[in-house]
């Protein structure tokens, strides 16, 4: 009777859904900490600031030495500068597709802000050690000598690798529990340019993948492997983050083994909700412990309300 009892379980993962459904049979809900939260759109849309002030402030310290105090202060609604920026040892085309970014960045910030308004800049943790700390998490070990994102070209695209895409599946999770028109257009509209820069810098690593990061003895493509299966496991959620290079029955069609846009078997982009975030930049697998690019937590009611629940 078990092995019958599996046996039918297993088929019912085999049909469509809307099979099941003419079934009677309902679909398993995500585990409660997969699911989305209730909120309106304005503290959904207020969440993305976490990830974009991430992003700004790192792509403009990489780029340029300076950030946002410098070039945009009335954006940060006084929140505190950012520890541990500095200007990277960039070759001169990544250091310009860097600065491109880093003002992409400046844009969504405003873009958001004038919907719905903002919010004060969370404190944020991008130095040296706080990669460092990541990266020993992502392959288990303590590297030696530490990871520095700033040390060159190559280290920053890996650094850069941690950031986005987890920026890019947040808003795919976002969209459809946007109910305004708008929120939703501008919410797309970021989901776009987030999603170009995440292939870029996986487009810039695959031409890399098989070189050896100095001096660690690992692959280009072996760390971008380890770094997805660190997110997947902080975010607690199933495989939603792939490397570079897949088996054959990961890639697109099952016909590729390479991975340079990260998606599941429609090729369509996976999605995150706002707790697998701060579970992955909390660097702590708990969407209510701070740590990690966000030290003290993130900003905004979504991500206070998340504090609110610390024991």
Known sequence: MANRTCFSAFLLLLLPLEFIAVMGVTPPLPLPECRPIVAVDRDLVQFAFNLEFLEAEFFLFGALGIGLDDLAPSLALGGPPPVGGRKANLDPI??????????????????????V???????????????AAFFNRAMNTTLSPPFNPYANSLNYLLASYVIPYVGLVGYVGTIPNLVGRTNRELA??????????DAVIRTLLYLRANET???????VAGFTDRISEIRNRLGRCGMKDEGLIVPKQFGAENRTTSNILSADADSLSYSRTQAEILRIVYGTGNESRPGGFL??????????RFLATRN
């Not at 797309?188 to 820069?197: H, I, M, N, P, T």
């Open 94 to 115: 990544i250091r310009r597709i860097i600065e491109e970014f880093a003002y992409q960045e400046i844009g969504h910030l405003r873009a958001i802000t004038e919907s």
């Open 117 to 131: 308004g903002g919010v004060p800049r969370p404190q944020l943790n991008i130095s040296a050690g706080a990669f």
């Open 188 to 197: 797309a509209s970021l989901r776009g340019v987030e999603s170009g820069q």
């Open 213 to 219: 990061v100095m001096p660690y003895g690992v692959t």
């Open 295 to 304: 030290p003290n937590g993130g900003s905004g009611r979504t991500a206070m």
